[in-house]
Every structure is written in C-alpha cells, then in structure tokens.
C-alpha cells in the first residue's frame, strides 16, 4: 500500500513511519507548513521540519513539505481569534485535525495517488459489526481518540494510526532501537502557534482589542473588574482582577457583549445537561445510555444522549462541571472504548 505519513518532527510520527516501513508499505513522509510566524513549540518551528526529514533519511524514504499556511490561517488561527473575541474557548488543535490533516491533507494524498493518510496520534482502527470505529489508544494515558473525534466512515477507510497500538514507553523504545533522532525528544504540549515566550495574551492582544468586564456574583453583585474578558473562560478560577482572602469562585458565564463576567462557588459550576447543537457521527447516530469525554485529558462520564432539535442533549448520570462553550464534547460507546461521533458545546 502507498501511504503518506504525517511526520511533524517528534517521536510519535517517527515511529508511525518506521512500523509502516518495516510493514512493507511504500511510505513518503510529508511535513505540513501551517505557521508562517513566530513558533517555538509544538509542531510548526523549524527545527520540527528538520528532525522530521532527517527521520526520513534514517528511514530511507522520501520526505515532502506542503505549505497549507493560508488554509491553517483561515480554517485555525482566524477562528481561535474569533472565539475569544466572543468568549467562547476553542479547541485549535481539534481543529486543525478537521480541517487539516484529515481533510486538506487527505485530498492532497488522494490527488498524488496514496492508498491512505497515516499520523502519530495514540489511536486506534478496527472494524465492529462491518463499521470502522475509532478505538482509543492502548496507553489510556497519552490516548489521542478525543481530538480525531470528527472522522467519518469515508476517512476512516483512508486512515492509518500505526502506533495506537503501543504505549508510549514502547513508542520510545522503538525509536531507540533503531537510532532515530527523536527518540527522546520531549512531546509537544501547547499550541503551536503561540509561543512560549509571548504568551496567548500577547497573541491574542496583537489581533483583537481586548475590553474590561464587571465581575458579579449570581445576584448581580459587583465584585470587582476584569482587564481583558477575552482572556476569561468558564471554569476559570484565577487572574479574574478580585481581591485575594475570599471565598473560591469559578466563572460561570462569560458575556463579552455586555461586559460582564459570572462567577459562583464551585457547586454552581455543576450541571445536569450540556447541549450539543451540532453533531459530526463516526457512523448513524447512536443515542441512549452513552460514556462522554469534554476535554482532552479529562476523565469520560456516563450520560443519556438524547436527540435534540438541533445536535443532541446530553443528560449526566451525575452533575457535572459546566463544558466552556467552544470546547469538544465527545461520545463513546458503553464501554468506552470505541467514539461514535461528537461536537462542540453551544
């Protein structure tokens, strides 16, 4: 099989174009250029494009660069923009998995004549009763199923996840035994666009204007001021401009339009539905008695789905911390194991 690997520079997709390799696939490794700016971090800098063609060369296969710079702009920074200005909180990586890497990426692969589109991503494949499902990956503790929620039947037939298999520590393993470069090079954790140095502040500051917020309690109380309610976001706890010694409190509401930001103890922060206006199904919708993950590391909780007039609700088997609107709610099957669709919280 003719496959292009994904090869962003670190140990994951490394080894996903090795397994493929010593599978006796024919494998091009591709690196995509998404940032034109600053970066220092994550998956765009430059040192990121060289580990990742050296890796070829120890591999012994073609390395390629696409620049799909102005699409990342427009389908990832743009919106990370506009969520704030909003106050919403997005997920971009989510994002430029979607949009990217198994769209753009996948069409380009399609229109050169691969067979499939492979990544680094700590997920899994199979088949289940003749449907190709997401399984989550064998290291519950790096699994990656949570940000590849959005593949479909059709991109699932053309996706490969050659290390979903391994934990993390055989990941590293097997890059050191065959000698490559990025077998101990620490994972990428923050977005990568925005760099360590600047901040998201600085990011954000330079792009939109940035406005003050009253901060109230539930009854309308004025408790104090906020700089900036793009910053702000549900579930936030600190720098929201109160005096020190109080009680806790949690933003429970943020309303950039009005200027005014909610917050409440940490029991306000619970709740008994979270609405999900828009769906993507890995398959037909599946509702009912369901496990459902809202955020990337967080832990999976049980709920009833239920179809709603627009996306699905999801009822918890026990209140819950509030979902940040903008963040990805995912749905697995009973078990937990397999992901049957998901979307953002309205």
Not at 35 to 51: E, L, M, N, P, Q
Not at 96 to 102: E, G, P, S, V
Not at 193 to 199: N, V
Not at 263 to 280: F, I, K, Q, R, S
Request: charged residues 20%; hydrophobic residues 40%; negative net charge.
């Amino acid at each position: 099989m003719k496959v292009l690997v994904a090869m962003s520079g670190g140990v994951d997709s490394s080894v996903a174009a090795a397994e493929l390799v010593g599978a006796g696939h024919a494998v091009t490794g591709v690196t995509m250029r998404l940032w034109g700016g600053a970066s220092d971090t994550g998956c765009c800098s430059v040192a990121d494009v060289d580990d990742a063609r050296r890796v070829a060369q120890q591999l012994g296969i073609d390395h390629v660069v696409f620049n799909f710079a102005d699409e990342f702009t427009e389908r990832v920074v743009d919106p990370y923009v506009a969520a704030h200005a909003a106050g919403t909180t997005p997920n971009p990586c989510i994002e430029c998995n979607r949009h990217l890497k198994f769209h753009r990426l996948a069409e380009r692969a399609a229109h050169l004549g691969f067979d499939a589109v492979a990544t680094g991503h700590h997920a899994r494949i199979e088949t289940v009763d003749g449907v190709r499902r997401v399984r989550r990956g064998a290291d519950h503790a790096k699994d990656q199923s949570y940000v590849v929620h959005m593949l479909t039947q059709a991109d699932l037939q053309r996706t490969s996840f050659p290390v979903g298999h391994l934990t993390k520590t055989e990941v590293r393993a097997r890059a050191a035994r065959l000698g490559l470069r990025t077998a101990s090079k620490p994972d990428s954790q923050d977005v990568c666009f925005i760099t360590e140095q600047a901040g998201r502040e600085a990011f954000l500051g330079q792009r939109i204007p940035f406005t003050a917020a009253e901060v109230v309690d539930r009854r309308g109380t004025s408790l104090g001021r906020t700089d900036a309610v793009q910053l702000v976001t549900v579930g936030q706890r600190r720098r929201l401009g109160l005096p020190g010694g109080g009680p806790k409190r949690y933003v429970i509401e943020v309303d950039p339009v009005a200027g005014r930001v909610v917050v409440g103890d940490e029991a306000d922060l619970l709740v008994t539905t979270t609405e999900v206006p828009v769906m993507t199904w890995s398959d037909e919708p599946e509702t009912g008695d369901l496990v459902v993950q809202c955020s990337a590391h967080g832990t999976a909780q049980p709920a009833t789905v239920v179809m709603a007039a627009a996306g699905v609700a999801v009822h918890w088997h026990e209140p819950t911390r509030r979902v940040a609107p903008g963040q990805s709610v995912v749905l697995y099957d009973p078990t937990d194991r397999y992901v049957l669709g998901g979307g953002v919280a309205g």
